[in-house]
């Protein structure tokens, strides 16, 4: 449907801004429904099932169902992208291409989300790359082009290791080859292939996560892409990796993965604190969230690795906690570059009196993503917290040194987050500046950090909401791969 936006009328931006923001609606609005009245989660079989043979030769099909693992995260694409196409209301350049590609972008997500097929899974992971390539290279900020290019090759790089591994899955051990993930999910391997596999789809998964150290395309990216694009980056893209983890590394791969988690909760605890020590240094207002992303992904690598029913249902709870406060973050970040036109804190100071709802929002987003008791992230970082600690695979002195340097990374969280609000917001420097006057946030604003701010509360409030999505999944996930 995005591409009926090139036969609209040409008069002027309106039409094409309204279109876009119907069919996100629109989408958001049937997912909604089809999980309300059609969605069982107490099934943790796939559900909604559509299987259509694309190419015969091949025998590749054109095959979608959810279930609980990826019922959370289409939920988050629609809502994210239906606030990020009203988030890209002031865009007038070459509008047109602008909200097709960010329909595209839509389209590969929830494709991705929902593939039933390795080969289908690879092709959505594709589509996401030229719409994120463009949309940065063309409305980005001064080096865009640098940030684009650097996006596209790690992205790319990674992909050339996810087909590898598509291709050794399917190619594996018979002349008719089977890319369906439910027949794939009971297949065994020798354990040094599987070890080769898991390698190969680890490095492709660690890149969009990101793990250290593929991770130095994310603040570039970030840093120069229009706000509206960094929504969708922060609250979906960085999201898919995540996905992608649990649903082939952990399942397919049961055995490699429990070789490889103890090394993976320690790249994870190290990802916490370096990422949270870089974010302090930084001055540039994007990259400083950028980097709090990359040291939030960390308490989803260690919930991924603890294998224990909690410290799973706690990364997945953190992936869409932080898809929602990540979102929120940037939004706000863009909308205060709009109004006063500065992109380093220490050029910033004295917004807070003349921009109290900015204010206010910037606040409340910023305790939410420091984990403050009573909002989304705190739920998700203590399940993680409780899933490592229950686990019996590794011992007692790993497990204390493991949440030792967790407590650090969560400590050095408020510092850089509280630095960043006291530089932006406090002090008088804004007001020696000419014609220092500012705009407030609009309704527009208003409503968009409120519809993201309530999701946010609400499962912070009631976390079993978003967890009852997933808790039977991962007990499949759990008692199928790491008991055979």
Known sequence: MGSLIFFLPHRGNRSIRWYTIFISL????????????????DDPLIQLVEDYKWIDSFDFHWRLGIDGLSIGPILLTGFITTLATLAAWPVTRDSRLFHFLMLAMYSGQIGLFSSRDLLLFFLMWELELIPVYLLVSMWGGKKRLYSATKFILYTAGGSVFLLMG???????????????????????????????????????????????????????????????????????????????????????FPHAHSIFSPWFMIVGAIQIIYAASTSIGQQNLKK???YSSVSHMGFIIIGIS?????????????????????????????????????????????????????????S?????????????????????????????????????????????GMLLTPIYL???????????????????????????????????FLPVL????????ALSLSVEKTEVILSNSFSR
């Not at 609400?458 to 909401?465: E, L, Q, R, S």
Request: charged content about 10%; proline content about 4%.
């Open 364 to 408: 409340s987003f910023s305790m939410a993503s420091l984990a403050l008791p009573g909002m989304s992230g705190f739920i998700a970082e203590l399940i993680v917290f409780f899933g490592l600690i229950t686990s019996p695979k590794y011992l007692l002195m790993t497990k204390l040194l493991i949440t030792f340097v967790m407590a650090i």
């Open 458 to 465: 609400g499962i912070g409030m009631y976390p079993d909401f």
């Open 288 to 290: 400083r969230i950028a």
């Open 306 to 362: 603890s294998i224990t029913d909690m410290g799973l249902n706690g990364a997945l709870l953190q992936i869409i906690s932080h898809g929602f406060i990540g979102a929120a973050l940037f939004f706000l970040a863009g909308t205060t570059y709009d109004r006063i036109r500065l992109v380093y804190l220490d050029e910033m100071g004295g917004i807070a009196i003349p921009m109290e709802k900015i204010f206010t929002m910037f």
């Open 26 to 41: 629109l989408e958001l609005l049937l997912t909604t429904y089809v999980f309300c009245y059609h969605f069982q989660s």
């Open 166 to 252: 598509v291709l050794g899955i399917g190619l594996y051990g018979s002349t008719e080859p089977t890319l369906n993930l439910e027949r794939l999910a009971n297949q065994t391997y020798p354990v040094v292939l599987e070890i080769i596999l898991y390698i190969g789809f680890l490095i492709s998964f660690a890149v969009k996560l990101p793990i250290i150290p593929l991770h130095t395309w994310l603040p570039d990216t970030h840093g120069e892409a229009h706000y509206s694009t960094c929504m969708l980056l922060a609250g979906i893209l960085l999201k898919m990796g995540a996905y992608g983890l649990v649903r082939i590394n952990m399942e397919l």
């Open 418 to 452: 509280l630095s960043m609000l006291r530089q932006m917001f406090y002090g008088y420097k804004i007001f020696n500046v000419s014609n220092s006057y500012f705009f407030d946030s609009g309704p527009r604003e208003l409503f968009l950090s409120i519809s993201i």
